[in-house]
């Protein structure tokens, strides 16, 4: 799950994309990137695998001048983890694009296949992102004029998705013109679009959620339309319009779930309101169906987890306890790379404290159980901190196959919930009893807050997949790509760093 922030300013943006990753971090810790244009319509890059406070230093962010430009926080879904892959990627034609993408598409081979054979376009990565810049391009090269104008931007668009297959949300530099803001016609990842006045005129930005919004200094305005796309020019003039022959609103549960911060608003959901309703859907179940557990206390599992906690323990009438304590200095563990760094990490981030386990039974809360990394090891501290029995409750039903569309879960037989009952997941987890919360309550709690959506992306625990064209074939093909052996032997390999893009200065 990537984040991505594009502005089109009055005066220089470098500062203000940075800050806007930093508030998109949690979508993405691999890789960094910043693209700007100067006033001398030249492109500025800094991108390197890390965080973004490792990846741009005081140097860098002297080098990213211009008031338009274009960043990317990532977490791979496609492709390997060279700083190669890191975003935004660049074609030189026409005009020179730079793109940042948060998605993953799901016909990446054939369009990839189709755009050599039909234009001869070469792409040099494994990701799916530079292959959606080189079909952006490929549409855009057939306005033959040296001028561009709204209407061959949204032609263009038109064109895009008809080709493309998944998920995209986009941000998108025409050097000389302006920015391109687009989603997909399922609106599956999000993107808003937000605002400010300055003394030189008003500045526009497109971010993946609303806190980069805020905590630039803009106003939101509004989320971009599934299939809608959003074009501003250098000058700050903003055309949109709907480029999707039929769009269908499916926005990603998994967001509300996990992947964004509570404090941002996507497609008029707040994020937070749908964990406490996630809450108290899971906590009426606990007390309808198992009012037979002895529970003394409820403790979260931190971080996403500990407003959904909290309320379970309100509707329960029992005691809210933070018995884990986490490390502010180690990322999220769901979204490392490999399986043995996101082993290692739960027991460094998270640590017990004794009191508020020893002698008691625990409801242990979180938002979800996707290889069941975290449970295991948390089910086990809080057993060697006292605990006397260790129940445990997922605001998320059973994650049983893969994600194709931007979450990094490409092979079902390392989620542990695949092909496995409920009863057979507390044994793997060692817990003496194991909750999940019933899609249809997750639905609801989501759906709660913004009656307008009817449908939303729920593949990981239904197999359903809105897009309609997930084959077999495609999932055995990602997991044979993507399983975790299969990318560590290939990003541990001595030509993983594809030699294009060179990160060392
Ligand atoms: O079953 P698993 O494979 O362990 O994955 C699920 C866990 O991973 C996530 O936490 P993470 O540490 O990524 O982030 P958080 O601090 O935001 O909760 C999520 O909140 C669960 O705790
Ligand atoms: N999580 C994402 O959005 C990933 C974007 C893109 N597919 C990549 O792997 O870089
Ligand atoms: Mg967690």
């Known amino acids: 799950m990537c984040g991505i922030v594009g502005i089109v300013g009055k005066q220089a943006v470098n500062q203000a994309l940075y800050d806007g990753l930093t508030m998109l971090q949690h979508r993405g810790q691999d890789a960094a990137g910043i693209m700007t244009v100067d006033e001398h319509c030249t492109l500025r890059l800094r991108k390197a695998n890390g965080l973004v406070r490792d990846v741009f230093h005081t140097r860098h962010m002297h080098r990213l001048a211009g008031n338009v430009g274009i960043g990317h926080v990532r977490y791979p879904t496609a492709g390997s983890s060279s700083s190669a892959e890191a975003q935004p990627f660049y074609v030189n034609s026409p005009f020179g694009i730079a793109m940042a993408h948060n998605g993953n598409l799901t016909n990446a081979n054939d369009v990839q296949e189709h755009l050599f054979q039909t234009a001869r376009r070469h792409i040099n990565t494994t990701s799916d992102s530079e292959i959606l810049l080189n079909v952006f391009a490929n549409e855009l090269d057939k306005n033959e004029s040296l001028t561009l104008n709204e209407e061959d931007v949204f032609r263009t668009m038109t064109a895009v998705h008809r080709q493309v297959r998944g998920a995209y949300a986009v941000v998108a530099m025409i050097l000389g013109h302006g920015m391109v803001a687009f989603r997909d016609p399922w609106g599956i990842r999000p993107l808003a679009l937000g605002k400010r006045d300055t003394e030189d005129g008003e500045e526009y930005i497109v971010a993946s959620e609303s806190v980069a919004i805020d905590g630039t200094g803009f106003k939101y305005v509004r989320d971009v339309e599934p ?3 959003i074009y501003i020019t250098n000058d700050g003039k903003l055309y949109s319009r709907q480029c999707a022959d039929k769009p269908m609103h499916c926005p990603c549960i998994f967001e509300y779930v996990y992947f964004a911060r509570p404090d941002s608003f996507i497609d008029g959901i707040s994020v937070y309101a749908s964990r406490v309703n996630m809450g108290r859907k899971l906590g009426e179940k606990l007390k309808r169906d198992y009012a037979d557990l002895d529970i003394d206390v409820v403790i979260p599992i931190p971080e996403t987890s500990c ?30 790379p490999g399986q043995t760094q996101r082993r290692k990490s739960v027991r460094r981030k998270l640590n017990a404290i004794s009191a508020e386990f020893r002698g008691k039974n625990v409801l242990l809360v979180d938002d979800s159980i996707v290889r069941g990394t975290t ?3 948390i089910i086990e501290m809080a057993r060697e901190a006292g605990a006397k029995k ?12 893969p994600n194709v569309y931007g979450i990094d879960m490409p092979s079902a037989n390392e989620l542990i919930g695949h092909g496995r009952e409920a009863i057979e997941i507390r044994d793997m987890i060692k817990a003496d009893g194991l909750i999940y919360q019933d899609l249809d309550d997750l639905i609801d709690a989501v759906g709660a807050e913004n009656r307008s959506i009817k449908r939303f992306e729920t593949s990981v625990f239904s197999g359903e997949y809105v897009t309609g064209d997930v084959s077999q074939e495609y999932l055995d093909r990602l997991h044979a790509a993507r399983n975790d052996v299969a990318r560590s032997e290939r990003d541990g390999s001595e030509d993983a760093n594809l030699e294009l893009h060179n990160d060392n200065d």
Request: overall charge negative; glycine content about 6%; proline content about 4%.
């Open 375 to 377: 449970s295991e090891q």
């Open 390 to 401: 260790v129940y445990f409750a997922s605001a998320a039903p059973e994650i049983r196959f």
């Open 227 to 229: 299939g809608e796309a």
């Open 307 to 336: 407003d959904i906690a909290l309320e379970i323990a309100n509707v329960m009438d029992l005691p809210y306890r933070q018995g884990f304590v986490k490390n502010r200095y180690i990322g999220r563990t769901f979204i490392m």
